[in-house]
């Protein structure tokens, strides 16, 4: 029951003419140890666009997406909302970034670390300047976004992987950024958490930044796919393009 | 599978006379209580009685059960169990006898507070209190951490078992303890990636090393005479027992 989309069918698909909301080029970065996870990548991103990153583990993925909120700094440009991210970039300019550039970690547990549901969605409105009870008003919208608003006085440990996933993923959207970079998001998910999950972004207006290695929850929700190979864009193309040139799906070869 | 702190995490969230006082009031008369029951003298076993008789009441305003909370405050015993064998060897019985109670119905008391309030309320009360942020803040994610790395530990304890047999011979354990050592070794390692990847996370959502402070809930006229008769109640034990 695999549906492929067709792209140019998507009322919504991107006019190539709008300006880039995210911009990269050049980008280089090695890591401590003098391993070179980036070596040159170029790459934009454009309003309301869904992209689709591939690439074997350690390739450069994850080093990429951590660079795109300067969380990690390397050599090269970028440009995200208009704003440039390098080493000099000010805390505030970050601050401004991070809030416009949304990003779920793929492991859950990691991101939720409040006592309570509401405590964590509401952890980044309130880093935002946000009074308290706007926080918390934020956060509830969020939370009935992903059809979590039952779960608000919850401990985090008390939920499902799916579930905790869902509440990550209000914890970004309670921060209303225009981008959405999601790390693997289809991990210890069930079928129908997938399922549940892509209906939820699918009616996302946000530009969304999709780490994965699962071709078919790609082919699903992304219109185009770039793949990485030690540390550069190796393609880019239409999803199903991609994955079939790179074999990259269980079904292929 | 879950711990020892999943029992007093689902009895936390009860509802008794004792759950719904404020937890800022139940903190301080913790402190009274452990400063009480620390500077009681060696030669007063009637003092420790009053001490347990009072703890024996709050647990049953608490609708806790007896025997389980009696049990998990025990866990402490081996913990003190050196400082009691010193006294022994260097003052005797008599010496002894005093350090088991006071750790006992020290860790008592404090279990009592804990299982009587919702972990998020006690952690409000800390701030609220003014104990030091990063305190706070390291007690916060003990909380919330200890489910995960137990979880796995339990994990990695299994995925041993089902590799290796049961220990039989005195080489088999010393195999035994090697993979302990290097479980615990492992368990660490991650600890410590995970707590890159969970500052990563927070720095995401904006964190700029301040995390916003509760919101003080009214301190009713209840809490306050709760801090009062629980104060008396200390004391009187105290100096009049």
């Known amino acids: 029951m695999k549906s492929v989309p067709s792209i140019a069918a998507r009322p919504d698909a991107p006019s190539p003419a709008r300006k880039p909301i995210v911009e990269v080029r050049g980008l280089r970065y090695r890591y401590p140890d003098g391993t070179l996870a980036l070596d040159g990548v170029d790459f934009d991103l454009r309003p309301g666009e869904r992209v689709a990153v591939f690439g074997a583990n350690g390739s450069g993925k994850t080093t990429f997406i951590l660079h795109l909120n300067g969380l990690l700094r390397g050599e090269g440009f970028i440009e995200v909302c208009g704003r440039r991210i390098d080493r000099d970039t000010n805390a505030d300019a970050l601050a401004e970034v991070r809030a416009r550039l949304g990003l779920v970690f793929q492991n859950s547990d990691e991101q939720l670390f409040m006592p309570t549901v509401l405590e964590d969605v509401a952890f980044g409105p309130s880093n935002q300047g946000l009074s308290p009870e706007e926080a918390s008003a934020r956060a509830r919208t969020a939370l009935d976004q992903v059809g979590m608003s039952d779960a608000a006085g919850k401990a985090p440990y008390h939920l499902s992987a799916g579930e905790k996933r869902r509440v990550a993923l209000a914890g970004v959207l309670a921060m209303q950024p225009e981008i959405l970079v999601l790390d693997e998001p289809t991990t210890s998910l069930d079928p129908p958490g997938q399922r549940e999950l892509l209906r939820l972004l699918r009616h996302l207006p946000q530009a969304i930044l999709l780490v994965t290695h699962d071709a078919d929850f790609a082919a699903s929700l992304a219109t185009r796919a770039v793949f990485f190979e030690r540390g550069r864009i190796a393609a880019e193309g239409e999803v199903r393009e991609i994955t079939e040139r790179f074999h990259w799906s269980r079904e292929s070869e | ?241």
Do not use: N
């Open chain 2, 1 to 241: 599978m879950r711990g020892a702190h999943a029992h007093v995490e689902r009895w936390s969230r009860g509802a008794s006379p004792l759950h719904s006082l404020d937890a800022r009031a139940k903190m301080i008369a913790l402190v009274v209580l452990l400063a009480a029951i620390a500077t009681t003298p060696a030669g007063s076993p009637w003092m420790f009685c009053g001490f347990f008789a009072l703890l024996l009441a709050a647990i049953f305003f608490a609708r806790l059960p007896f025997v389980a909370m009696l049990a998990r405050a025990a866990l402490v015993l081996p913990f003190s169990a050196v400082f009691v064998a010193m006294a022994w060897w260097s003052a005797g019985p008599r010496a002894a006898f005093p350090l088991v109670a006071k750790s006992f119905l020290s860790v008592l008391a404090a279990l009592l507070v804990a299982a009587s309030t919702p972990w998020p309320r006690l952690l409000d009360a800390l701030a609220l209190l003014r104990v030091p942020r990063p305190l706070v803040l390291v007690t916060q994610f003990l909380g919330r951490y200890l489910f995960v790395v137990t979880e796995q530990a339990l994990q990695m304890r299994r995925a041993a078992q089902s590799r290796q047999g049961v220990a039989r011979k005195t080489k088999d354990l010393s195999r035994h303890f090697h993979a302990a050592a290097g479980a615990v070794g492992v368990l660490f390692a991650r600890s410590s990636e995970r707590a890159d990847s969970i500052y990563h996370a927070m720095v995401a959502r904006g964190f700029t090393g301040r995390f916003p402070a509760p919101t003080a809930p009214p301190f009713a006229l209840r809490d306050a005479a709760f801090l009062f008769f629980s104060i008396a109640a200390a004391l009187a034990i105290r100096l009049a027992l």
